[in-house]
């Protein structure tokens, strides 16, 4: 039996085929054709009439909304962050000298009070040096004014804080570290020279004598801590004594005993606030 011969394609199949090249080929050039004039017209539309509306583009909102849009920077810029500039104050040279002294004298003025109250918190034996002073002042009100009980009357005052005591022909004065110093510092409060100034009358009743400043704590922190920061305290009120009368007149002794002396036992938080004591002790010549 004899082979079949090759079917050959037909001239028309292959016109048809070359036709429908052509025709999508025309469709894609027509189609470019088309964006780029829409693009051209769009640009012509936004020029004449641009768009004055502060809201972001839909796209970018979009855009931002994506997890994976993380905002980029060129190499060489970076955000810059606006500095807040202080409004001015609007004060000449001139007023600025006008009021400072009259601030001066305002802060002498709440030292003052601070110290006053602080005395009167030693009268009544509760001291709270950590509140504010406002506070201080409703918490004083309120044991002043407080009405009296059977029961409260059977029950003793309080225990100065302060206490001043006889010791041959000397005189020993206790004074609270938590109305003198901040806890852990050996800088004096704001108006403990008032609660010091206190002290001048008694000094100077006794001239040429040994004026022994000892500083005491409780048993917090360590041993070699507690001695440091007594010294520290006793030195601060040596200081301030010793400018507030004839330096010349007395032989000064500053010396901090930490926790070794204690008045009490460590056992309660008031027992170690009275721990925390600072003791002036005059010896006549």
């Not at 905002?71 to 001139?94: K, V």
């Not at 059977?154 to 006889?166: G, K, L, Q, V």
């Not at 100077?204 to 801590?225: C, E, K, L, P, W």
């Amino acid at each position: 039996m004899a082979d079949p011969k090759p079917s050959k394609s037909s001239p028309k199949s292959n016109s048809g085929v070359l036709v429908g090249l052509l025709s999508f080929i025309f469709r894609l050039l027509l189609l470019g054709v088309g964006g780029a004039v829409a693009w051209l017209l769009g640009m012509a539309v936004a020029q004449v009439y641009p768009n004055t509306s502060s809201e972001m583009p839909l796209t970018e909102q979009l855009l931002r909304r994506s997890p994976e849009y993380q905002p980029s920077f060129p190499a060489s810029e970076t955000p810059l962050t606006p500095t807040p500039t202080p409004p001015p104050t609007g004060l000449t040279p001139e007023v600025q000298q006008t009021l400072q002294p009259q601030l001066q004298q305002l802060q002498q003025d709440l030292n003052a009070l601070i110290g006053r109250t602080a005395a009167l918190e030693i009268q009544i034996g509760n001291s709270r040096p950590a509140e504010t002073l406002e506070r201080r002042l409703q918490i004083i009100e309120q044991q002043l004014t407080a009405p009296s009980s059977p029961e409260a009357e059977n029950i003793p005052p309080p225990t100065p804080r302060t206490a001043r005591s006889r010791s041959g022909n000397g005189l020993i004065m206790t004074l609270p570290s938590d109305i003198l110093f901040n806890p852990g510092s050996s800088t004096l409060r704001p108006g403990a020279n008032v609660i010091l100034d206190n002290l001048i009358p008694d000094l100077q009743n006794y001239r040429g004598a040994v004026v022994r400043v000892a500083g005491h704590t409780d048993d917090s922190g360590s041993r070699q801590q507690n001695l440091v920061l007594s010294s520290a305290q006793a030195e601060a009120i040596v200081q301030y004594l010793s400018n507030a009368v004839d330096d010349q007149a007395y032989h000064w002794v500053a010396i901090g005993y930490g926790m070794t002396r204690p008045a009490l036992e460590n056992t309660s938080d008031i027992n170690r606030q009275l721990n925390r004591r600072i003791e002036v002790a005059i010896t006549p010549p």
